[in-house]
């Protein structure tokens, strides 16, 4: 008997740039996907156990941090990251097959989506309207099936071939170098090290004093560990009052992260742990092969060593 399907609940619906991200993921191809309609809905569907995975966006390289995941995962629900896919994302004008550019007096999509296309949208159709949507794919799929001839709806290439619209303009968007960072999450499981890993943690601080994100950051520059993202978020407990989201380089199974983790919860009101999981990056499996070569190396010299103990 076989056994059941991993569940993998994503932010849909499907055509979504989170769906075109999962897709890169081979090893989830089989996977029973679940679209919901909020990245809430994704999180808690995870912390409840009704998905064994959730798939969102966390980061995008134009508009910032995903506010509703990282809020999400500080105070709402307690999950861990397991991966992290970097994917370039390149917008689309489409709209209802016959519909001319000329034609268009109103243009939906994701709000994010539609901050990333002004130029565009200024330059072609300064007169069309913005209209806010769900998602992407939402604004593709009301369009596909009972939007009016004169509008258009910016969305992934994925959303125009499953919605039966026509591509009226490629790559709109404001910055061709835009990239956004998806997050693949579990309740409990951390992966084992791979060599290029990072490390993700939430410092929640005792008071607001001077120095006291110097203290936070000298745990790292002590201990030679890269920081590879800083950002403030509120605690939502009071005007003023911060916690810092902080990504690493390592892994906590690392002795010199393991310490420095250490240290930080002894000295802070609390540090919550986000997960450590393989990096991305065009370069990561080969990072990932010369550190298991040196390691490899290292112990075959260790044990050299020790074997040599009278």
């Known amino acids: ?48 156990g ?30 861990h990251i397991q991966r992290e896919v970097v994917m370039d994302i390149h917008l689309h004008l489409m709209a209802r097959p016959g519909t001319g550019l000329s034609d268009i007096r109103s243009v939906s999509s994701y709000p994010h989506a539609l901050a990333q296309c002004q130029k565009y949208l200024a330059g072609a159709l300064p ?8 998602s992407t794919a939402d604004a593709a799929r009301v369009l596909g099936e009972s939007g009016p001839p004169d509008e258009a709806a910016i969305a992934p290439r994925l959303a125009a071939e499953r919605y039966g619209l026509v591509i009226l303009a490629e790559d709109v968007e404001d910055h061709p170098d835009n990239q956004t960072r998806f997050v693949l999450l579990a309740r409990t499981r951390v992966p084992k090290p791979t060599g290029h890993d990072k490390t993700s943690i939430v410092c929640f601080q005792r008071a607001d004093h001077p120095g006291s994100l110097h203290g936070i950051l000298g745990q790292f520059a002590a201990r030679n560990i890269n920081l590879t993202k800083l950002e403030s978020r509120p605690t939502k407990q009071a005007l003023g009052d911060y916690c810092f989201v902080i990504d690493l380089s390592g892994h906590v199974g690392d002795e010199v992260v393991a310490d420095c983790l250490r240290d930080l919860h002894a000295g802070l009101a609390g540090v919550k742990f986000l997960g450590s999981y393989p990096a991305a990056g065009e370069h990561g499996a080969e990072q990932r092969r010369q550190a298991d ?18």
């Open 127 to 134: 007169a069309a309207e913005q209209r806010a949507a769900n």
């Open 50 to 79: 009704e998905a064994d995975l959730g798939f969102v966006p966390i980061e995008n390289a134009i508009e910032g941090t995903v506010s509703a995941t990282i809020d999400g995962l500080i105070h709402d629900v307690d999950l």
């Open 293 to 310: 070569a040196a390691w490899q190396a290292a112990d075959d010299w260790l044990r050299g060593l020790r074997g040599s103990i009278e």
């Open 1 to 48: 008997m076989n056994p059941p399907a991993t569940t993998v609940a994503y932010f849909g619906p499907a055509a979504t740039f989170t769906h075109e991200a999962l897709l890169t993921q081979l090893d989830l191809a089989k996977a029973d996907l679940r679209p919901l309609g909020s990245i809430t809905a994704v999180l808690e569907s995870v912390a409840r």
